[in-house]
T-cell receptor, first 114, second 114 residues
Framework: GENVEQHPSTLSVQEGDSAVIKCTYS??????FPWYKQELGKRPQLIID?????GEKKDQRIAVTLNKTAKHFSLHITETQPEDSAVYFC?????????????FGRGTSLIVHP | DTAVSQTPKYLVTQMGNDKSIKCEQN?????MYWYKQDSKKFLKIMFS???????INETVPNRFSPKSPDKAHLNLHINSLELGDSAVYFC?????????????FGPGTRLTVT
């Protein structure tokens, strides 16, 4: 089965700095890589995703890069703000055949200091 | 107009009791899931239902059983509750055949076993 490693487990930055969270996966058949943000006491929500036919995707201050050869993908947040403070989860899975079973990383707690 | 709803939001009960958590989605999605999030924030998938068929059952105790009366509902029954069952349980849904693999999570149910 798929195995997803996520680093770091905690990331502390100053407001305005950039933050990078990295994930690696094991199953070369995985083709869908979402990132979820979970604020304290709230539900996880999708912030950005990328499919294996794309190397990079950007949405305002957040971007995700994918290296299929190395089997790793990263989340980049620029110009961090205190409201970016949350736990971020990466996931990897194979979408197809009518089923979708994501494997999540263990999460990164991002703390943005004002 | 809540997409994925769960009841109850909080559940406090004693060891040995049997309890249920209900989940409903109004998105028309065909796949629903149950996740357990422990105190370390790790999101572990427990069950996935697609068109009323169980398509994954991770290594969870058989004290846990999912019940899906129809495509819009996936309830979680837990028998003989143990202290280690204390966690936040999230229901989620997705619509894979349409190529939309985003997981829509419910608000979570915080279960405390005393």
């Amino acid at each position: 089965g798929e195995n997803v490693e996520q680093h770091p487990s905690t990331l502390s930055v100053q407001e305005g700095d950039s933050a990078v969270i990295k994930c690696t996966y094991s199953d070369s058949a995985s083709n869908y890589f979402p990132w979820y943000k979970q604020e304290l006491g709230k539900r996880p929500q999708l912030i950005i995703d990328i499919r294996s036919n794309v190397g990079e995707k950007k949405d305002q201050r957040i971007a995700v890069t994918l290296n299929k050869t190395a089997k790793h993908f990263s989340l980049h947040i620029t110009e961090t703000q205190p409201e970016d403070s949350a736990v971020y989860f990466c996931a990897a899975s194979k979408v197809g055949g009518g089923s979708y079973i994501p494997t999540f990383g263990r999460g990164t707690s991002l703390i943005v200091h004002p | 107009d809540t997409a994925v709803s769960q009841t109850p939001k909080y559940l406090v009960t004693q060891m040995g009791n049997d309890k249920s958590i209900k989940c409903e989605q109004n998105l028309g999605h065909d796949t629903m899931y149950w996740y357990k999030q422990d105190s370390k924030k790790f999101l572990k998938i427990m069950f996935s239902y697609n068109n009323k068929e169980l398509i994954i059952n991770e290594t969870v105790p058989n004290r846990f059983s999912p019940k899906s009366p129809d495509k819009a509902h996936l309830n979680l029954h837990i028998n003989s509750l143990e202290l280690g069952d204390s966690a936040v349980y999230f229901c989620a849904s997705s619509q894979v055949p349409s190529g939309i693999a985003e997981q829509y999570f419910g608000p979570g149910t915080r279960l405390t076993v005393t």
